[in-house]
């Protein structure tokens, strides 16, 4: 017998004797022996704080902590430190180490949950700093959760970092247009407003970084919400007719040009849009029309480039047409071209010099609008928005799916489907969306806190969606199994909660949470939760072995060992050669004892390296 084994057979031996300080000793000098010895280590830690010796035990508990995350074996590492974290809840050190090793290995919800207790303990100590490290961490994990990036953007504007909280804001607006969110990015534009009272481009600056990146589409939805609470919104009908424009809608975009020069008979951009569209699709007589109608605002506005630019494109599309020369005579004379300006009247007196009939035919090439009729084509297609304007603009969809009233719940990022699965944690809002108008900044602040505070903080869940993936399962099921096997029964029940939410695992997570049940002393409910599952109609060979073991385990601890014997037999029918099912029967004692059912001390202390 080694040196080692020697010393650790005595210590087994003292502890039987109750003598918990020399087997102690007996431990540490094993560790000088072989110091990367694990196993030996978990117990000397588990015997130091049973002897209340906890900062000796936490000493021993990084010693594993570190070396099993060195080695990439992040769950090991996470059971370890929440064994730190229950001798030193307070200890915020430990959350962040918690937090990172859950993100290491991808528990996204753990890790926030960890990173928002953060959070909570260096808010409350007015460490600004560090609370803003804590969201930053949060943000990294989930950079779609709308919630998260709000609370760091208001931290940062209550910290006085304007320039960053405006970025924070931008950031957070372009995910809302993204999703379009139309109800939650007015309710962010309102709150924008009365925190940067001296930017009052910021939305529309937002919404038009969108619609340049290619998210015209989005963009638009959020700009017919705008509109329809605010129609005289000029620079929310610019972008709307910007969008339109990129998607290359042209029936949608006459008809919002046609809104807009309703309601702003004087602006020329949507006159100038307009004439685009009608030049585009060659209608003639519709362009014709337009520029005469628009003409002395353009001039009056010193746009006689744009005139003269659509007037000889129009000449290009019909040729010989005496209102049409006309007209570049006299855009081109007010452009300051006389030169050019000559050349049209002097076409406009060649027509002239062919006669009377030649000339009529090029006058009536394109005819006189009717006096109240000047577009007919789209026209009949308005019907009212605002008084005298039509509420198509708003009620019809961009596309199939369109602009939507967001629901308070969409606040989590679950509301538009994701790449991939991933973990969440749930928020819920106020929902009062058409209440009274925004509270003083520190008042909305406290109501921003009291959302921010619904983050779970215990346990984060995962939400599977339908294509389940199985990867985020198995992680949650291995940390159960190491929760399990470090004695932390209620992180590993959590654990395996949220890893039965995939079907496929289902029944062996609730025959596990039923042995921690019964490891924890709730011996009645361990029993009566194993044997609901007998009547399971779906049980694997497997399943039927594992679940009728555990309850033989449970029924001896009750002291029914003569059921505990029956259940183990019908466990070797089934596998013989399940786990030490006939160990534990043919080394029984006589009298249909089932033996010893515990675990021995060497599975005790089994916590190597797999």
């Known amino acids: 017998m080694s040196k080692k084994d020697k010393l650790l057979t005595d210590a087994q031996k003292l502890l039987q004797k109750g003598q918990t300080d020399k087997a102690i000793s007996c431990f540490q000098e094993a560790l000088t022996v072989d110091p990367g010895d694990l196993r030996v280590r978990q117990r000397l830690a588990e015997l130091l704080a049973k002897s209340r010796r906890v900062d000796?035990?936490?000493?021993?508990?990084?010693?594993?902590?570190?070396?099993?995350?060195?080695?990439?074996?992040?769950?090991?590492?996470?059971?370890?430190?929440?064994?730190?974290?229950?001798?030193?809840?307070?200890?915020?050190?430990?959350?962040?180490t918690l937090a990172s090793l859950n993100e290491k290995h991808g528990l996204s919800a753990n890790a926030l949950a960890e990173y928002k207790r953060a959070y909570d303990h260096y808010e409350t100590l007015q460490n600004h700093a560090e609370a803003l490290k804590a969201l930053e961490a949060m943000q990294r994990i989930d950079a779609h959760n709308p919630n998260i990036k709000l609370k760091y953007a208001e931290v940062l504007f209550q910290q006085g970092k304007l320039e960053e909280s405006q970025d924070a804001f931008r950031s957070l607006g372009l995910l809302l247009v993204d999703r379009r969110d139309d109800a939650a990015f007015g309710r962010l534009a309102a709150r924008i407003a009365q925190l940067f009272p001296d930017k009052s481009d910021f939305t529309c600056s937002v919404i038009e970084q969108k619609i340049n990146d290619g998210s015209a589409e989005q963009a638009a939805a959020v700009l017919q919400s705008l509109i329809k609470a605010d129609p005289q919104r000029l620079p929310a009908w610019r972008l709307l007719v910007m969008a339109y424009r990129a998607l290359g809608n042209t029936s949608r975009l006459k008809t919002i040009c046609q809104h807009c020069i309703k309601l702003f008979p004087a602006e020329l951009f949507p006159r100038e849009?307009?004439?685009?569209?009608?030049?585009?699709?060659?209608?003639?007589?519709?362009?014709?029309?337009?520029?005469?109608?628009?003409?002395?605002?353009?001039?009056?506005?010193?746009?006689?480039?744009?005139?003269?630019?659509?007037?000889?494109?129009?000449?290009?599309?019909?040729?010989?047409?005496?209102?049409?020369?006309?007209?570049?005579?006299?855009?081109?004379?007010?452009?300051?071209?006389?030169?050019?300006?000559?050349?049209?009247?002097?076409?406009?007196?060649?027509?002239?010099?062919?006669?009377?009939?030649?000339?009529?035919?090029?006058?009536?090439?394109?005819?006189?609008?009717?006096?109240?009729?000047?577009?007919?084509?789209?026209?009949?297609?308005?019907?009212?928005?605002?008084?005298?304007?039509?509420?198509?603009?708003?009620?019809?969809?961009?596309?199939?799916?369109?602009?939507?009233?967001?629901?308070?719940?969409?606040?989590?990022?679950?509301?538009?489907?994701?790449?991939?699965?991933?973990?969440?944690?749930?928020?819920?809002?106020?929902?009062?969306?058409?209440?009274?108008?925004?509270?003083?900044?520190?008042?909305?602040?406290?109501?921003?806190?009291?959302?921010?505070?619904?983050?779970?903080?215990?346990?984060?869940?995962?939400?599977?969606?339908e294509g389940l993936d199985s990867a985020?399962?198995?992680?949650?099921?291995?940390?159960?199994?190491?929760?399990?096997?470090?004695?932390?029964?209620?992180?590993?029940?959590?654990?395996?909660?949220?890893?039965?939410?995939?079907?496929?695992?289902?029944?062996?997570?609730?025959?596990?949470?039923?042995?921690?049940?019964?490891?924890?002393?709730?011996?009645?409910?361990?029993?009566?939760?194993?044997?609901?599952?007998?009547?399971?109609?779906?049980?694997?060979?497997?399943?039927?072995?594992?679940?009728?073991y555990e309850l033989a385990l449970t029924c001896t601890a009750l002291g029914k060992s003569d059921e505990a014997w029956t259940l183990l037999g019908e466990v070797e029918q089934l596998d013989p050669a399940y786990r030490d099912v006939s160990a534990r029967l043919h080394d029984a004692s006589e009298g249909k004892t089932v033996g010893g059912l515990d675990f021995s001390e060497d599975e005790l202390l089994d916590f190597e390296l797999k």
């Open 273 to 465: 849009q307009l004439i685009r569209c009608l030049l585009e699709e060659q209608d003639a007589e519709a362009s014709l029309a337009m520029l005469e109608e628009s003409e002395q605002l353009f001039l009056a506005a010193g746009a006689a480039g744009i005139l003269r630019e659509f007037y000889l494109a129009l000449n290009d599309l019909v040729p010989i047409n005496i209102r049409i020369l006309k007209g570049c005579a006299r855009i081109c004379e007010a452009a300051g071209n006389s030169e050019e300006a000559a050349s049209y009247a002097a076409k406009i007196g060649s027509l002239a010099g062919l006669g009377g009939q030649a000339a009529a035919a090029a006058q009536n090439s394109v005819p006189e609008p009717a006096p109240e009729e000047a577009l007919p084509d789209f026209e009949s297609e308005l019907e009212p928005l605002v008084p005298g304007l039509s509420e198509a603009v708003v009620d019809e969809p961009v596309s199939e799916v369109g602009p939507r009233e967001l629901d308070i719940s969409d606040f989590v990022d679950t509301g538009a489907p994701q790449e991939s699965d991933f973990y969440e944690i749930e928020v819920e809002l106020d929902d009062d969306l058409g209440g009274p108008a925004p509270a003083p900044a520190d008042t909305w602040f406290e109501t921003v806190n009291d959302i921010f505070d619904n983050i779970q903080t215990q346990t984060g869940k995962v939400r599977f969606g």
């Open 56 to 96: 000796d035990a936490r000493k021993e508990l990084e010693t594993i902590g570190r070396n099993l995350t060195a080695n990439g074996f992040y769950l090991k590492a996470i059971a370890v430190y929440k064994q730190i974290e229950k001798l030193f809840p307070d200890d915020i050190g430990v959350a962040l």
């Open 472 to 548: 985020d399962a198995q992680s949650q099921y291995d940390l159960g199994l190491a929760f399990h096997e470090m004695g932390l029964y209620d992180e590993a029940i959590n654990a395996l909660r949220q890893a039965a939410e995939d079907p496929e695992r289902r029944v062996s997570c609730l025959i596990l949470q039923g042995a921690c049940l019964r490891d924890k002393g709730e011996l009645q409910l361990a029993e009566s939760a194993l044997r609901a599952l007998l009547a399971s109609p779906a049980l694997t060979v497997e399943d039927s072995c594992a679940l009728k």
